[in-house]
């Protein structure tokens, strides 16, 4: 079980970024996902998720209006588009994985995720 995060770079306050979780060695099809950050000095943070069938999508107050999330089961990839980024968005970005299986509307449960990938930097600055 493999994920492995790509997008991540350095962008302009108010610039845009899309992450992108791509899974190999499983399908993602039975899989919550969620996408978490951490920045230096700082807790991780939860950041955005969205349950195995698409249905289900959460994201942080801090996040909300700006970040969307979605998956592409077909290409066993999820995505996190981010706009109006802020420097204070500016962390290692990881994506993690939990199993579902039948229940289709699920990805809030933190502490089920049990997968995770390497993690992207993402640079917010001027």
């Known amino acids: 079980v493999q994920l492995v995060e790509s997008g991540g770079g350095l962008v302009r306050p108010v610039g845009s970024l899309r992450l992108s979780c791509a899974a190999s060695r499983f399908t993602l099809d039975y899989y919550a996902i969620g996408w978490f950050r951490q920045a230096p000095g700082k807790e991780s943070e939860g950041v955005s998720c969205?349950?195995?069938?698409?249905?289900?999508?959460n994201y942080a107050d801090s996040v909300k209006g700006r970040f969307t999330i979605s998956r592409d089961n077909a290409k066993n990839t999820v995505y996190l588009q981010m706009n109006s980024l802020k420097p204070k968005d500016t962390a290692v970005y990881y994506c993690?994985?939990?199993?579902?299986?039948?229940?289709?509307?699920?990805?809030?449960?933190?502490?089920?995720?049990?997968?995770w990938g390497q993690g992207t930097q993402v640079t917010v600055s001027s």
């Open positions: 969205i349950s195995n069938s698409g249905g289900t999508t």
């Open positions: 993690a994985a939990y199993f579902t299986g039948a229940v289709r509307n699920e990805c809030h449960i933190t502490r089920l995720y049990d997968y």
